[in-house]
């Protein structure tokens, strides 16, 4: 059913609520994974039209995505990973219709409703922005 699965993760500790919830999942249909990071800094939003060099956030992001994909490729899942900038809501969806992805599977945080309509909701905009299946896993 699930071919390909895009996971976002985020460079913090909510990402291991989804990559652990994902693997029975991807295990049981067979699935490869695509581990997505958007870097949303000025460098990485920037990096290309204003020709900048790599900032620190985009070296670190980068091994952190070489880590995850590692863990995953050790326990016997195909994985790819990619570092993506911009708006994370807008690239994350683009890179799931470009991938044909056919399930987005991420961790949110538990802030309520009120911060989510002040600080915004990656989520939310991403659920509301495509027609791929998406999954929510609470963080712990």
Do not use: W
Request: with cysteine; charged share 25%.
């Amino acid at each position: 059913m699930y071919k390909k699965i895009l996971v976002p993760l985020e460079n913090s500790p909510t990402d291991d609520t989804i990559v652990a919830h994902i693997q029975p999942l991807a295990r049981l249909h067979g699935s490869s994974i695509l581990l997505v990071h958007v870097a949303d800094g000025f460098g990485a939003r920037y990096r290309e039209g204003l020709n900048l060099a790599d900032t620190e956030e985009i070296r670190e992001d980068a091994a952190y995505l070489v880590r995850r994909r590692a863990e995953l490729e050790a326990a016997g899942f195909p994985v790819e990973a990619t570092l993506e900038a911009g708006e994370p809501a807008t690239r994350l969806t683009e890179v799931a219709e470009r991938e044909a992805c056919d399930l987005i599977a991420m961790a949110t945080h538990r802030h309520g409703k009120v911060k989510d309509i002040v600080l915004g909701s990656v989520a939310a905009a991403v659920r509301h922005r495509t027609q791929i299946p998406v999954l929510l896993v609470p963080a712990r």
